[in-house]
């Protein structure tokens, strides 16, 4: 587990989270099936995964949202890098465990870590929590 501190600048991680808004959830899976990815964040993705191919959603967590333990494996896409990047920062609970440990996160900080890694997110007291779920993918 990596954690990339600012990695995201505050008027990136709204821009997102603007273009989230009204969106509905997926079949209780907290994805946002439309959003718009600023040319910026883009680049940054492209960049860190290198020479990676990247996907990414952006995942919504309101009061009593969780994620259950798993793991990004998946044989159809060959994932080779997972990363959890934190768009807002008022909310509480929402911690996102990776193999047992507390990734500490603040807005615009994102952790990086292998698609074998069990990860979850526990379960949100209060607010919304919005991240950016990206993956690395030959």
């Not at 989270?17 to 600023?38: A, H």
């Not at 919504?60 to 259950?68: K, R, V």
């Not at 060959?78 to 990363?83: A, C, G, I």
């Not at 919304?128 to 993918?137: A, D, N």
Request: charged share 30%.
């Amino acid at each position: 587990m990596k954690r990339l501190e600012k990695y995201l600048t505050d008027k990136e991680c709204q821009m997102l989270v603007d273009s989230c808004k009204d969106r509905p959830r997926v079949q209780n899976r907290f994805e946002i099936t439309q959003f718009q990815l600023p040319v910026s964040v883009f680049k940054k993705l492209k960049e860190t995964h290198k020479p990676s191919h990247v996907s990414c959603t952006v995942q919504y967590y309101g009061p009593g949202d969780s994620f259950s333990p798993h793991r990004d494996e998946i044989k159809t896409r060959n994932r080779t890098s997972s990363m959890s990047i934190l768009l807002n920062d008022n909310f509480k609970g929402g911690d996102l465990m990776v193999e047992g440990t507390k990734a500490v996160m603040n807005k615009g900080d994102a952790t990086q870590f292998t698609p074998q890694d069990l990860h979850w997110v526990t379960g949100i007291w209060e607010g919304e929590r919005y991240v950016l779920s990206v993956w690395g993918y030959k």
